[in-house]
């Protein structure tokens, strides 16, 4: 019974996919999931605007940091940090997001390079890029502040607790970091648009879909460093 129940949810997704999908005036709500700093820092500010080029559409946009289903339709589109492995989704590659290293100049006066202490992700974060390459730098120095999101990373960085691996679309903007140059850099965070084939056509969804390259595309210096 529950198979059958699963497949009868599956067909009436599809339903509501094929009718939301159609071509028309871009109206209606989108719903966007990104990750969170990257939503809320990125994105939010940028996409705002939409609304006043098409008053009739709204979007819903969703920092979340797991790989929401859009098959169930827990989101319209998706932005995700790596490439994408779902089956039956079209994957788009939008850019790159850079990292470099940010602290406060308040913190780097008179304190000489061996005496530095860094801020970095939890235990559970060890796996990711940007982790792994500030471990390589620490060579021995320890973790002053640690946590498992990027928005207290940067919050820490700012009250002159250590220094940080940053996005440079969060590090560069803000007045109270600067960067320190590095011999090597970490690997880039590759951005990828995901839709359902079904909603590909849909009017509000392409009009979400083409801001979101417009934008990655006129702010790729400042996300890629």
Do not use: C, K
């Amino acid at each position: 019974v529950a198979g059958l129940a699963g497949r009868v949810e599956d067909a009436v997704l599809a339903v509501e996919r094929h009718a939301q999908g159609q071509p028309g005036e871009p109206a209606g709500l989108v719903r966007l999931s990104a990750p969170p700093a990257f939503a809320s820092h990125f994105l939010t500010p940028r996409l705002a605007g939409l609304r006043r080029r098409m008053p009739r559409l709204v979007v819903e946009l969703v920092g979340d940091a797991r790989a929401v289903s859009l098959t169930r339709r827990e989101a319209d589109l998706a932005v995700r940090l790596s490439r994408p492995e779902d089956e039956g989704l079209i994957a788009r590659r939008l850019g790159a997001m850079g990292y470099g290293l940010y602290t406060t100049p308040g913190y780097l006066e008179g304190r000489a390079p061996a005496d530095w202490e860094f801020i970095g992700y939890d235990e559970s974060m060890d796996h990711v890029p940007q982790q792994r390459w500030l471990r390589g730098l620490m060579d021995g120095r320890p973790f002053a502040f640690r946590a498992n999101d990027l928005v207290s990373l940067l919050a820490a960085a700012r009250t002159e607790v250590g220094i940080a691996a940053i996005p440079h679309f969060l590090g560069r903007p803000d007045p109270a970091l600067v960067t320190i140059p590095t011999a090597t850099e970490p690997e880039p965070r590759e951005l990828w648009l995901l839709v359902h084939p079904d909603l590909r056509r849909s009017a509000r969804v392409r009009a979400v879909m083409d801001a979101l390259v417009d934008i990655v595309t006129a702010e790729r210096a400042l996300l890629e460093g």
